[in-house]
C-alpha cells in the first residue's frame, strides 16, 4: 500500500506526479524521528536569531508551477471556474508538511526558496509557504488577490489563539470576494475557495463550510459527518475529530505583509510548546478524502456523505515499512 497511490492531479484521472509529491516528501522524515522530537534535537545550523528574510518576489515561472499542480487548461480567463479548478489541483498535487522542523532545516518565508523547495523538489510544505506561493501564483495571473492572516481554534482554550498563526488569500473577481486557502490540511482542508458572505452553507466534498461576520472579523464553522473507525485500536485516537460542527479559524480583512509572519514563522518550527515541533505531519487530499501521516499513525480517509459518515482506516508504521508508504 502506498501512501499516495492513486492520488489525482487532474482532478478525475490518476497520475503517477502524485506519487512523487508525497513520497518525496516523506523521504525527508528520518528514522526514528517520527514521535515527538524534542525542540532539543532539532538543529537550524546552530542558530536560534528570530528569521527576517524578506520575501523577495523574483519571476515566478507560471508554467513550472502548473506542471506541479498538474493543470492543462487554460488560465487567461481570470474567473471563478479557474480559481476553483488551479485550488484543487494544488490540494490534491502539494502536501501539507512540516517535515523540514524534523530534518534540521529552517523554513523560511521567501517566495523564491519556497517555489524552489515546493515546485521544483517536489516537496510540500505548511500554510506559511503553500498560501504565500498560491498567492504569488493568483497574483501572476492577474487576480486580486491579497493576503489575510488568521488566528487558529485552540480546542485545549476553548478559544482563538492570540497571534495570527495561519496565512490565507482573499480573492476579488467581479466584485465578489473569496477566501482561498491550499494549506490547512486533513479534514479541515476547503477543497473550493469560500465565497465571503456570511451564514451562507457552502457544501463541499469535506463537509458544509460556513463564513460567519462577527464585527471586525469573520470565522469559518465546519459540520462535518460521524466518524467511522475501522480499526478498533484506534476508535478514541485524538486524530480523529468526533465534533459534528467546529470553528477552525477566525479572521480580519486587513491586509498582511509578510513581515507580519515572520516572528509567527519562527516561533511554529522553535517553541517547545508547539504542535509543529512535537508532531510530524505530512497529509494530502484525494479525491476520496484524505491520506496523512501524523507521527507513527497512518490515516486513510474515504468521505461517504451519502451514508453520512467519513470511514477512517489507521495504522501504526514501524520504521522498517516506511519506505513502502
Known amino acids: 500500500m502506498k501512501i499516495i497511490q492513486n492520488v489525482c492531479v487532474n482532478v478525475n484521472a490518476p497520475s503517477s506526479g502524485d506519487t ?7 523521504h525527508y522524515l528520518p528514522r526514528g524521528r517520527r514521535r515527538n522530537v524534542l525542540p532539543s534535537q532539532l538543529n537550524f545550523n546552530n542558530s536560534t536569531e528570530l528569521q527576517v528574510t524578506s520575501q523577495s518576489e523574483g519571476k515566478m515561472n507560471l508554467e513550472e508551477y502548473f506542471k506541479r499542480t498538474g493543470f492543462h487548461g487554460s488560465y487567461e480567463k481570470l474567473d471563478l471556474e479557474t480559481l476553483k479548478l488551479i485550488h ?30 515546493i515546485v521544483r ?13 498560491f498567492g504569488w501564483v493568483l497574483r501572476e ?25 495561519h496565512l490565507i488569500n482573499k480573492v476579488v473577481i467581479d466584485g465578489k470576494a473569496y477566501i482561498a486557502d491550499v494549506s490547512f490540511g486533513v479534514s479541515s482542508q476547503v ?41 478498533p485500536e484506534f476508535a478514541k485516537s485524538s486524530l480523529v475529530n468526533r465534533k459534528e460542527t467546529k470553528q477552525i479559524y477566525c479572521f480580519s480583512l486587513v491586509p498582511r505583509e509578510a513581515d507580519h509572519f515572520f516572528e509567527t514563522n519562527h516561533t511554529l518550527q522553535t517553541d517547545p510548546s508547539s504542535l509543529f515541533t512535537n508532531k510530524s505531519i505530512c497529509s ?20 461517504k456523505p451519502e451514508e453520512g459518515v467519513d470511514v477512517f482506516n489507521m495504522k501504526d508504521i514501524p520504521d522498517e515499512e516506511i519506505e513502502q508508504f
Not at 20 to 26: I, K
Request: proline share 4%; hydrophobic share 35%.
Open 88 to 117: 484543487k489541483q494544488h490540494i490534491m498535487s502539494i502536501p501539507f508538511e512540516n517535515l523540514s522542523i524534523h530534518c534540521g532545516e529552517r523554513i523560511v518565508m521567501d517566495l523564491e526558496v519556497i517555489f524552489n523547495k
Open 141 to 165: 495571473m492577474g487576480y486580486n488577490t491579497t493576503t489575510l492572516g488568521s488566528k487558529v481554534f485552540n480546542s485545549t482554550i476553548n478559544d482563538f489563539g492570540p497571534n495570527d498563526t
Open 20 to 26: 512523487r509529491a508525497l513520497t518525496t516528501a516523506s
Open 191 to 231: 477543497w473550493e475557495p469560500l465565497e465571503l458572505i456570511s451564514g451562507k452553507d457552502q457544501p463541499q466534498a469535506v463537509g458544509v463550510f460556513r463564513l460567519i461576520e462577527k464585527g471586525d472579523f469573520w470565522v469559518l464553522v465546519k459540520t462535518g459527518r460521524k466518524p467511522e473507525v475501522v480499526n
Open 284 to 303: 494530502l487530499q484525494t479525491p476520496a478524502g484524505f491520506r496523512a501521516l501524523i507521527g507513527w499513525t497512518y490515516s486513510e480517509v474515504t468521505y
Open 121 to 133: 523538489s517536489g516537496r510540500g510544505g505548511w500554510c506559511l509557504e503553500n498560501n504565500s506561493l
